[in-house]
């Protein structure tokens, strides 16, 4: 079980059903793997939660996701945040379309290197 307190809060749940409870402020709340139950509070709430998860009424903003292939890695969709965006295939695995958008000065003749790390989750995004 996690409990926000007054103010903007980021609750994040684990595998296994959990219970999320935003209380006061605007919060962040976000259902992991299992049947969430995820209850807001007062204040102007954003939910992410895929179908397993109950989201109360009082949660003002809802994000559904469906849950990543069997065997999979990531939710297959469009992912983009900041500099990068990418798509991952229906396989929940392989990724293309790998997009950085990089500004600055690349090393002259040599060759820049760019490492992208799992630091997700990254918001799907609707194809364009």
């Known amino acids: 079980r996690l409990y926000g307190l007054g103010g903007a809060d980021r609750l994040y749940a684990a595998a296994g059903n959990d219970r ?3 209380g006061a402020g ?3 709340l976000s259902g992991g793997p299992g049947a ?4 807001c509070g007062r204040g102007r709430d954003v939910v992410y939660a895929d179908n397993a998860d109950r989201v ?3 949660c003002e903003v809802v994000h559904r996701r469906s849950q990543p292939p ?3 890695l990531a939710r297959p969709g ?4 900041g500099a990068i965006s990418f798509l991952v295939q229906p396989d929940g695995r392989t990724i293309v379309n790998l997009r950085i958008d990089y500004i600055g000065n690349c090393p002259p003749l040599g060759s820049s290197h760019i490492s992208v790390a ?4 990254w918001p799907i995004q609707p194809n364009r």
Not at 36 to 39: E, L, T, Y
Not at 78 to 81: F, I, K, L, N, V
């Open 78 to 81: 469009a992912y983009g945040g």
């Open 56 to 58: 109360a009424k009082d």
């Open 70 to 72: 069997s065997g999979g």
């Open 26 to 28: 605007a919060d962040k």
């Open 118 to 121: 799992s630091s997700g989750p």
């Open 36 to 39: 969430d139950v995820i209850r």
């Open 20 to 22: 999320l409870s935003g």
